[in-house]
């Protein structure tokens, strides 16, 4: 059950500091040489993310990887 709470934690994380840096799903895959439909699976919650696709999204947004983790305990 952790797992499906930590994954929800992450995409509300992900989308949040998406819509704070003001990029679309498309816009952000493209930062993070990711495809639009990988964003929109990791904001889901419909995949776990590896540690390099943490990292790619953390310097596309411009934060910390631990900024995606917030929460997660």
């Known amino acids: 059950m952790a797992r499906v709470q ?10 949040r500091q998406r819509l ?22 990791l904001e889901r919650a419909g995949r776990d993310p590896r540690l390099s696709t943490i990292t790619r999204l953390a310097r596309a947004l411009e934060i910390k990887a631990a900024t995606l983790l917030n929460g997660i305990h």
Do not use: K, P, V, Y
């Open 6 to 15: 930590d994954r929800q934690q992450f995409a509300a994380n992900l989308r």
């Open 20 to 41: 704070r840096r003001g990029l679309s799903q498309e816009a952000l895959g493209h930062a993070a040489g990711l495809h639009r439909t990988e964003i929109s699976l």
